[in-house]
């Protein structure tokens, strides 16, 4: 999935308690950006393993919850939001493709790894490939709360971040034949 579709879903994930608590929207925010994102920054190590955590990641996100509940503060609320939002990005990998960048003449089934296994788990395709029109169909569905929730900044950045998601998946074949072989 795009990272786009991470980001969104993590804001989808804490738009509600936003909305009640309002005084927490902007660590909400900015946790659930940042934790979608973050995952991926392994790909400067090996990609969807280093900083992917499926299982243990749901301990974290369990704990930093507990933790922002029993002492809200803008930190540990942010953290929370963090954590949850990196976890469900691992989590969900393993619904989408594995981590080729053509899935047309690439495809790998090694989708994420599971560091309490101690395995891979397996592409399961319901998202055929980053980029695909599902893809972005299911980040514009996730980007809905965001966009309703939240006001200012937070809706500029998510109204602005499906620009270069829509053009990714307008593009994504034509990007994929011009990224040459020793890039990916
Ligand atoms: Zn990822």
């Not at 089934?109 to 101690?118: I, L, R, S």
């Not at 788990?121 to 929730?149: C, H, I, N």
Request: aromatic fraction near 12%; charge should be negative.
């Amino acid at each position: 999935m795009m990272a786009t579709t991470h980001v969104f879903a993590g804001l989808a994930i804490v738009a509600p308690l936003a909305h009640v608590a309002p005084e927490f929207a902007v660590p909400l925010a900015a946790g659930a950006i940042a934790g979608g994102l973050f995952p991926d920054f392994d790909l400067a190590f090996e990609h969807r393993r280093t900083l992917h955590f499926p299982v243990y990641g749901s301990v974290l996100a369990v704990l930093a919850t507990i933790g922002a509940v029993l002492v809200p503060s803008s930190p540990t609320v942010g953290f929370a939001a963090f954590a949850v939002a990196a976890w469900l990005h691992a989590a969900s990998d393993a619904l989408g493709n594995g981590p080729e960048f053509d899935p047309w003449t690439d495809a790998r089934e090694n989708a994420v790894y599971n560091h309490f296994a101690g395995r891979w788990m397996q592409a399961r395709r319901y998202v055929r490939y980053d980029g695909a029109p599902e893809d972005f169909a299911l980040g514009l569905a996730l980007a809905v709360p965001a966009l309703v929730v939240f006001d200012g900044r937070v809706r500029v950045v998510v109204a602005a971040a499906l620009v270069p998601a829509f053009a990714y998946t307008l593009f994504r074949r034509q990007v994929a034949d011009l990224v040459p072989a020793w890039l990916e």
